[in-house]
């Protein structure tokens, strides 16, 4: 019994946090780089950048009705002048969540330009600019909530032969979306180097209502990352990062580190494997008060292997909050693949193997 009504409050908990309007997140942030930050936009080592993503949370609970979130992304670099570049991309995105599919579908593009600010072949430092502009749409299905005038007293459950008498309420909308967003990074050699970012997401804070007549804006998200690549020895490197993101009344931190084994290197082949653990924290609300605590969400375990121009990743979200005796301490799995085409071009170590 008490698990069904942890279960219960579990699903009350999702819904109105997906009602809010919350952002999308990955646990493989750093391999979603232009949902990441818009500078992100062309910084690569190589020409054009292929990237999906997909996320699958909450199946333990939920089941056919689990949060799913895909992301596909294009992004390319264009030479200016001897050292800088011009970045230009575009990025589709999708989510879907719960039994009355709450989704949000986006399409946006982007662009960067990356300032050469000292350096030389085999090291460099980087200031980039970017933002990106698009337009997305929201919507649910109004039929599959359960409103509380509809709880039979007389049956003790759910009646859904009674009308909600809900009125006023459109079913999707569409709205602009801005962003803009900074990045500086160091390349010290081919081996080692470090950068440090912070993006504006939700500019304009378009109206999220599903009420005629109601205004309820889209809370801005400010998000600040750093991260880098290591070399320990010949055979051994470590990758950390840090994602720190800011919305609304909603606070998250993912923060951890990557082991990353090098197979093998040469000048026109890599091969290298990751395994890491991840943890990531959030804000918690007490009811009836205002103030929220910090609690732990979740432990990710994750994987990535790099072959050439592909990178693969795999994580899995373990679920260590409050909630974990409803999920079974199942969170959710995700898959990223990245996949590069380069030129002919060469000046050298251009940026971080994102």
Same mark, same amino acid.
């Given at each position: 019994?008490k698990k069904f009504q942890?279960?219960?409050?579990f ?13 999308i997140? #990955?646990s493989?942030?750093?391999?979603s780089?232009?949902n990441l ?6 910084v690569? =080592? ?7 993503n997909?996320?699958n949370?909450?199946?333990?609970v939920l089941?056919s009705?689990? $949060? ?10 264009i030479?200016?002048g ?20 709450f ?5 946006k @593009?982007?662009?960067?330009?990356s ?5 030389n072949?085999k090291?460099? =430092?980087? *200031?980039?600019v970017g933002?990106?502009?698009g ?6 299905? $109004? ?16 009646d ?8 006023g309420?459109?079913?999707?909308f ?13 390349? $010290?050699?081919? =081996?080692?180097?470090?950068y *440090? ?18 205004e309820d804006?889209?809370?801005?998200? #400010?998000?600040?990352?750093a991260?880098?690549e290591?070399?320990?020895?010949s ?9 720190i ?6 606070f998250? @931190?993912?923060a951890g ?6 197979l093998g ?7 290298a $494997?990751?395994?890491g653990?991840?943890?990531?924290i959030a804000?918690?609300?007490q009811?009836?008060s ?9 432990a990710?375990l994750?994987?990535r ?5 592909f990178?693969?990743?795999?994580s ?5 909050s409050s909630?974990?005796t ?6 959710g #799995?995700?898959?990223?693949l990245?996949?590069?085409?380069l030129?002919?071009?060469k000046?050298?170590?251009?940026c971080?193997?994102?």
């Amino acid at each position: 019994m008490k698990k069904f009504q942890l279960l219960i409050i579990f699903t009350f908990s999702l819904g109105v946090f997906s009602l809010q309007g919350q952002d999308i997140h #990955f646990s493989q942030f750093y391999m979603s780089p232009t949902n990441l930050n818009p500078a992100m936009t062309g910084v690569i =080592n190589g020409n054009i950048r292929l990237v999906a993503n997909y996320r699958n949370q909450w199946a333990s609970v939920l089941r056919s009705n689990s $949060f799913r979130t895909y992301s596909v992304s294009y992004d390319q670099r264009i030479p200016v002048g001897r050292y800088d570049y011009f970045g230009i991309g575009g990025t589709f995105w999708g989510d879907r969540a719960g039994e009355a599919d709450f989704a949000t579908v986006t399409g946006k @593009v982007s662009g960067s330009y990356s300032k050469y600010m000292g350096g030389n072949r085999k090291q460099s =430092n980087y *200031l980039v600019v970017g933002a990106e502009a698009g337009v997305a749409q929201r919507s649910i299905d $109004f039929i599959n909530l359960r409103w509380g005038n509809q709880f039979s007293t007389d049956l003790g459950a759910f009646d859904p032969n009674v009308d909600s008498m809900e009125e006023g309420f459109i079913d999707n909308f569409t709205f602009a979306d801005l962003a803009a967003g900074l990045l500086w990074f160091t390349v $010290f050699n081919e =081996n080692n180097n470090f950068y *440090l970012g912070g993006a504006f997401h939700h500019l304009a804070r378009a109206n999220q209502s599903f009420r005629e007549g109601v205004e309820d804006p889209l809370y801005s998200r #400010f998000t600040v990352h750093a991260g880098g690549e290591f070399l320990l020895n010949s055979k051994l490197g470590l990758a950390p990062g840090i994602i720190i993101m800011s919305q609304g009344p909603s606070f998250q @931190v993912n923060a951890g580190n990557s082991f990353r084994f090098l197979l093998g290197r040469t000048k026109t082949s890599y091969q290298a $494997f990751s395994i890491g653990l991840w943890a990531r924290i959030a804000n918690k609300f007490q009811e009836g008060s205002e103030s929220t605590t910090i609690h732990s969400d979740a432990a990710i375990l994750s994987t990535r292997f790099d072959y050439n121009n592909f990178s693969l990743g795999f994580s899995y979200d373990v679920n260590i909050s409050s909630l974990s005796t409803a999920s079974n301490s199942n969170g959710g #799995f995700e898959f990223a693949l990245i996949y590069r085409i380069l030129g002919p071009e060469k000046r050298g170590v251009y940026c971080p193997n994102f």
